[in-house]
């Protein structure tokens, strides 16, 4: 795109400024012909998704469709539903089960401009008694010949929490989650990534039905009402020249709620023929308990909760998924894909009263979608 | 003023002299030796769908959160 400055123009500053808001704007919003980063690939999927464990029982559809409508611009817009049965081990010894839905609508923008990509997305999520929003915006940088990827994002979410048969009961919770990450290209075969994120939230984080004990006794637990996590993650992946890879990623987490958690997951990936690759991966996950957490307390505090969220304990979790080339055509992929795994949590510091016993269980996570690129 | 002026210059010009022998590393993997790279199981995350499901089951089941380069979806449901 030629632009010459034409012989007429003024010089006085204010045009001399126009004329540097016109170059910038035309630059940012005009077709770029020395682009080097891709748009993401026109795509759609189509996804049942299924959880089952500790009583509670979480499944529904998710659409994703992704298209790209000018040279630079994508679009992308999905839909996720939650049938949710709760019997879990907080509702049953203090509540009554119960059934609820939830939808989420999300829409999002791509747009790339010479070696950065800029994504911007739009969430409203609603349940009976739940209803969040965010908007979130990422800026990925390619440099250094392509092989560094710099990206950073934020998005705000903002939440109005309420309580069934309690139409007195409204309140807030708002987030703010910054993000700044690095990919790099350690050799043709090996890829490295760190990222690190900043969470703070304000307003209502507990439940508004869940109770802590103190002396026994239940009463309504009461969380802080702001919250600041910081989180650090790095993965690698690396190609073992047998139509095969490997993924590993680590990952440190803490906050000021004196919580501090790790996980570790090691994957491996193979091709089985053109059309099948299988994937297998296990997963490590430990985390301390927050200061105000108490199985049941002695002595009364300000701050109390008994969400085994915020309890110490592990989980373990082994997954499998297949994926099978459906159809592979220049135009366009359709690709089959099905993936299971099962975890196991275990509480170091959560009592099962109905038994006395530390709680534990297992859950079943199964994903069923067909993707397509086109 | 003017000597401190001068040995500030003096230093910066030592150590511009000292960058010019210093090279900036190269990229050293070429596009046409990325193939490898951008094979799909190369990803550091799986579908979207599928990666947005795996995050949302997690924040709501662990403590911990963010810096995974994924949404999981704000609700109520922990």
Known sequence: MAVTKPKTAGTGKRFRLFWKLATLLGGVFGHSQVRATDLPEDEAEAMFHYYNGGGVTAEGPALL???????NFSLSAGYYVDSVSNASIDVVTTASPYRETRDEYHVGLDYVHRDAHLTLNFSDSTEPDYIAKSTSMDIAQETFGGMTTVNVGFTRG????FKHKNPQFKDFASHWMYRLGVAQILTPH????LNGEAVSDEGFLSSPYRVAR???????????????SRSVDARLVGDLGSHDAVHLELRHFWDNWDIKANNLEVGYSRYFGEDWLADVSTRFYSQTKALFYSDNAASDTLYISRNRLLSTFKDVGLGGKLTYTLKKDPAYTVKLNG???????KYSDFTDIRTGKLYSFNSNVVQLYVSATF | MNLRAGAVIAMLSVQLTGCAQWHMPEPWVKPYEREALADPIMKFSSDPLSAKHTEHVRIVREAARGATGV????????
């Open chain 1, 158 to 161: 903002e939440d109005q929490v």
């Open chain 2, 71 to 78: 949404e999981g979806g704000g609700c109520g449901c922990n």
């Open chain 1, 65 to 71: 469709v992704r298209k790209k409508v000018a040279d």
């Open chain 1, 190 to 193: 090996w890829i490295v990534s």
């Open chain 1, 339 to 345: 993936e299971y795994e099962l975890t196991q949590y």
């Open chain 1, 214 to 228: 103190v002396f026994g006794a239940a009463v309504p637990e009461n969380d802080p009402r702001t919250r600041s």
